[in-house]
């Protein structure tokens, strides 16, 4: 068994991995946003938790409002930016499957976990 303390120390940080998996924590300031038009996962499904803050998902164009509680699906291709709209920063825990991103938290290439 493996585990992971979540912080939300960083803007972006993968906390725990496998061959199969990955969760990632992200924390938003006011005002900010991550990803874009051009952003896409080419070989993961992203499962994003909001742990608390609000915030904006677009998601292939069409946008959904983020706040405490909700559970997204990106799947593997979509564009997506995540934008924090409130006063507090947006926490967020994402789950990639596959693997996303490789331990120093780059992209790693499609189909690559």
């Not at 559970?71 to 934008?83: A, M, N, P, Q, S």
Request: glycine letters at 12%.
């Amino acid at each position: 068994m493996r585990r992971a303390s979540i912080q939300f120390r960083k803007a972006f940080d993968v906390v725990l991995s496998n061959a199969s998996a990955q969760a990632a924590e992200m924390t938003l300031r006011p005002g900010k946003s991550e990803g874009g038009q051009d952003n896409r996962h080419r070989g993961s499904d992203q499962w994003l938790f909001v742990v608390s803050g609000r915030g904006t998902a677009i998601v292939n164009g069409h946008e959904y409002s983020l706040t405490k509680g909700m559970l997204i699906l990106i799947e593997r291709g979509d564009t997506h930016e995540i934008r924090c709209t409130g006063r507090t920063p947006l926490r967020t825990l994402n789950v990639y499957v596959p693997p996303a991103y490789d331990s120093g938290g780059d992209e790693l290439a499609a189909g690559r976990g």
